[in-house]
């Protein structure tokens, strides 16, 4: 049986359908032509992190694609990626961008909390800032843990929680003092109106193992030297990120 809707679903979809058309739409082509992947804001190097491995061959789901450059990554590497995003607007640019590329792959207009796939269809479900920050831990992450094969693998990309406890709307900054309590952390509603989830480190190692994962990962990222504040996340700056963790990479494995 379908989920109903959550209301924070809605307010997400709104959110990225404006997103799509003042700054993810006009820079999609870019990442998408891309020879290599790299993570995150500051643009660190999948061959630098490591974490995905040799996808060749693989059945992948990316949870939350948004413009699917993610996927289309993985298809040129040679894996059989499915794009899955609840937002109409980024799915018709990824469309577009396949169009363009002649790279091919399924997207489906979908809440990542609750995809119209069958059981065990995948060897590797990923997500990069897409399901893994703006659907609700407690349902994406057993979604996905359905949609693998025993023996596959999620990986997952997030802001690092200090990012989050340090965040400030007004001005959109990253501080260097708390700014909100770790504890009871969860849902997050942000001035734009859009709805985030961000679990601290040992409720999501909880989530993990108690859904059947067993953790293999937990990679910190930071800005490399060198690397230039993001032209329009411009809240978090390198000099920030040079000191704490920036973003998170989450490695797991399905056991049982």
Aim: charged share 25%.
């Amino acid at each position: 049986m379908a989920l109903s809707e959550s209301d924070y679903v809605a307010r997400n979809r709104e959110l990225w359908t404006k997103s799509n058309a003042e700054y993810t739409g006009p820079n999609a082509a870019r990442a998408w032509a891309e020879k290599e992947h790299t993570w995150g804001i500051f643009g660190v190097p999948e061959q630098d992190v490591r974490v995905l491995g040799d996808v060749a061959g693989l059945d992948v789901v990316e949870l939350g694609c948004g413009t699917a450059y993610f996927s289309a990554w993985l298809a040129k590497k040679g894996a059989r990626p499915v794009g899955v995003d609840v937002t109409p607007a980024q799915l018709e640019t990824a469309r577009e961008l396949q169009r363009q590329t002649g790279i091919e792959f399924p997207l489906i207009e979908a809440n990542a909390e609750d995809v119209p796939l069958p059981d065990a269809s995948f060897d590797l479900a990923v997500s990069e800032y897409g399901a893994s920050i703006w659907c609700d831990p407690y349902r994406w992450i057993p979604e996905a843990h359905r949609l693998l094969r025993f023996g596959g693998r999620l990986v997952f990309m997030r802001e690092g929680l200090l990012v989050i406890l340090c965040a400030v709307e007004e001005p959109d900054s990253t501080s260097e003092t708390l700014q909100r309590p770790q504890r009871g952390m969860h849902r997050i509603e942000w001035a734009d109106g859009g709805v985030q989830f961000h679990l601290p480190h040992a409720d999501m190692f909880r989530l993990l193992r108690d859904t059947g994962f067993e953790v293999e990962d937990l990679i910190e990222l930071y800005a490399p030297q060198g690397a230039a504040i993001h032209p329009y996340y411009s809240h978090l700056t390198p000099e920030w990120a040079r000191k704490w963790p920036a973003e998170e990479i989450w490695a797991a494995r399905k056991h049982n």
